[in-house]
């Protein structure tokens, strides 16, 4: 089914323009990337880890603005797989830096706008499209506030006001800290960890919309749980939505194998297994 276009929504005294629409997606584009985009973090990964997943499926059924902190290039691919697993029914958006959008086009099909750094025009379009998008009950938002790359130890959070506006400007939408981080753990490729924040509601913003470090405040405790499960590698708290390769591989896994092979047990590549 193809993606409706959002009406406009009033901006003071003016209409959203044709450049400030809601870009139309491309089901069949989208449905492609996504299935990229699973394979392509099941080779790089370990294992595509997720806590709190319930906070997630609790959200559904709202239009639904979702902030990351950014902590690498890796991130739209995590966020193509979470698309997948727990939010099918919906439309996705995002912006993108301009310049990166014209030279690959065919993100704007998968709900991409294009907007750039420290200019005013672009923030409005922000506003613009993240409204029209918010007000639809299968609509869902994703933004990287950060607008950088940044480690996940930085503190304090800086994520601007964005976030605070669209909130007051769609009151109706359950605003959802994530947080993303990636660890080496026990095998040679690393593990990608996610936990959702606790949705955040409108009335959980009466008297705190115009301040962002609310929102610098929840995802920054998203994060400080998440990284603590990192540091003792607490498998137990999340739950994986998609498996890599284990072990070393080459002749040492050969080796292992055929130990295995004559022990009379089954051959666990996990570089944390038993031998």
């Known amino acids: 089914m193809r993606s409706r276009r959002?009406?406009?929504?009033?901006?003071?005294?003016?209409?959203?323009?044709?450049?400030?629409?809601?870009?139309?997606?491309?089901?069949?584009?989208?449905?492609?990337?996504l299935h990229y985009a699973r394979n392509y973090?099941?080779?790089?990964?370990?294992?595509?880890?997720?806590?709190?997943?319930?906070?997630?499926l609790s959200s559904i059924g709202q239009p639904l603005l979702l902030y990351m902190n950014h902590p690498g290039w890796w991130d739209p691919i995590i966020s193509a797989v979470l698309c997948s697993e727990y939010f099918r029914t919906y439309r996705h958006y995002s912006p993108m830096d301009a310049v990166a959008l014209q030279k690959y086009k065919f993100f704007s099909k998968m709900g991409f706008f294009g907007i750039q750094q420290n200019d005013l025009r672009s923030a409005r379009r922000l506003l613009e499209v993240g409204t029209q998008v918010l007000n639809d009950r299968q609509a869902a938002l994703w933004v990287t506030p950060q607008?950088?790359?940044?480690?996940?130890?930085?503190?304090?959070?800086?994520i601007g006001t964005a976030v605070a506006h669209l909130a007051r400007r769609s009151p109706q939408c359950i605003v959802l800290p994530?947080?993303?981080?990636?660890?080496?753990?026990?095998?040679?490729?690393?593990?990608?960890?996610?936990?959702?924040?606790?949705?955040?509601?409108?009335?959980?913003?009466q008297g705190v919309w115009h301040k962002p470090e609310f929102f610098e405040v929840a995802l920054a405790d998203?994060?400080?749980?998440?990284?603590?499960?990192?540091?003792?590698?607490?498998?137990?708290r999340f739950r994986v939505v998609a498996s890599g390769k284990a072990g070393v591989g080459g002749i040492y896994d050969l080796w292992r194998r055929f130990r295995a092979n004559l022990a009379g047990r089954s051959f666990r590549p996990e570089h944390g297994a038993h031998p």
């Open 6 to 33: 959002l009406m406009p929504v009033e901006s003071g005294s003016e209409q959203v323009t044709a450049r400030n629409a809601v870009p139309q997606i491309s089901p069949l584009v989208v449905r492609w990337f």
């Open 41 to 56: 973090a099941r080779k790089s990964f370990h294992a595509l880890r997720v806590a709190e997943e319930h906070h997630a």
């Open 147 to 158: 607008a950088r790359f940044a480690d996940v130890r930085e503190r304090p959070l800086r």
């Open 178 to 205: 994530v947080a993303v981080e990636y660890a080496f753990w026990e095998e040679k490729t690393p593990e990608a960890l996610v936990r959702f924040g606790r949705p955040i509601t409108g009335s959980d913003l």
């Open 222 to 236: 998203t994060m400080n749980v998440l990284a603590e499960d990192s540091i003792y590698r607490n498998t137990k």
